[in-house]
T-cell receptor, first 105, second 115 residues
Framework: GIQVEQSPPDLILQEGANSTLRCNFS?????LQWFHQNPWGQLINLFY???GTKQNGRLSATTVATERYSLLYISSSQTTDSGVYFC???????FGTGTSLTVIP | DTGVSQDPRHKITKRGQNVTFRCDPI?????LYWYRQTLGQGPEFLTY????????KSRLLSDRFSAERPKGSFSTLEIQRTEQGDSAMYLC?????????????FGPGTRLLVL
């Protein structure tokens, strides 16, 4: 299956700071998603973004399919942004190991 | 629509027992996926269905695991002769038929503990 790597593995931010999360994938893909897993374990879909750029409020994502990476931008972070962020790629949506984000007040 | 539901939410069993989990997808979603997630890891793909047809199974899905989606609606995942290594969160997701975009919606998961 497709290998998905995410960086950084852990990130601690002061509230209000901006951050960029990266997802690299090993093969060309037709599907790519970003998820947020909250402290209770619920996975919430953030973006379906096999290519191009999308924005939703303080979050935006860019996928450069030809170079096999995707970026998730979080601006003006809030404590509610804490949790683990996963990207998933491929027809079966292979997941990376995630970036654990902690936002400190 | 209330989203993807899973039952039970928690299950504790003794090694060697069989367990069965149920997933009810969002209505009219043709695709249904099962994943397993252990602590500190991302979800691992197990299998997925297009309507009632099981299209792909991961090598992780040993012969002790079986999944069904008999009428293309709800799905069950059964684990026979459970082992302590089966302890994990089992996640179900559904998505619309992928002619254009395909977005997965996850259920809350079933947390299994094998003693």
């Amino acid at each position: 299956g497709i290998q998905v790597e995410q960086s950084p593995p852990d990130l601690i931010l002061q509230e209000g700071a901006n951050s960029t999360l990266r997802c690299n994938f090993s093969d060309s893909v037709n599907n790519l998603q970003w998820f947020h897993q909250n402290p209770w374990g619920q996975l919430i879909n953030l973006f379906y973004i096999p290519s191009g750029t999308k924005q939703n409020g303080r979050l935006s994502a860019t996928t450069v399919a030809t170079e096999r990476y995707s970026l998730l931008y979080i601006s003006s972070s809030q404590t509610t942004d804490s949790g683990v962020y996963f990207c998933a790629a491929g027809n079966q949506f292979y997941f990376g190991t995630g970036t654990s984000l902690t936002v400190i007040p | 629509d209330t989203g993807v539901s899973q039952d039970p939410r928690h299950k504790i069993t003794k090694r060697g027992q069989n367990v069965t989990f149920r997933c009810d997808p969002i209505s009219e979603h043709n695709r249904l996926y099962w994943y397993r997630q252990t602590l500190g890891q991302g979800p691992e793909f197990l299998t997925y269905f297009q309507n009632e047809a099981q299209l792909e199974k991961s090598r992780l899905l040993s012969d002790r695991f079986s999944a069904e989606r008999p009428k293309g609606s709800f799905s069950t995942l059964e684990i026979q002769r459970t082992e302590q290594g089966d302890s994990a969160m089992y996640l179900c997701a559904s998505s619309p038929k992928p002619f254009t975009q395909e977005t997965q919606y996850f259920g809350p998961g079933t947390r299994l503990l094998v003693l």
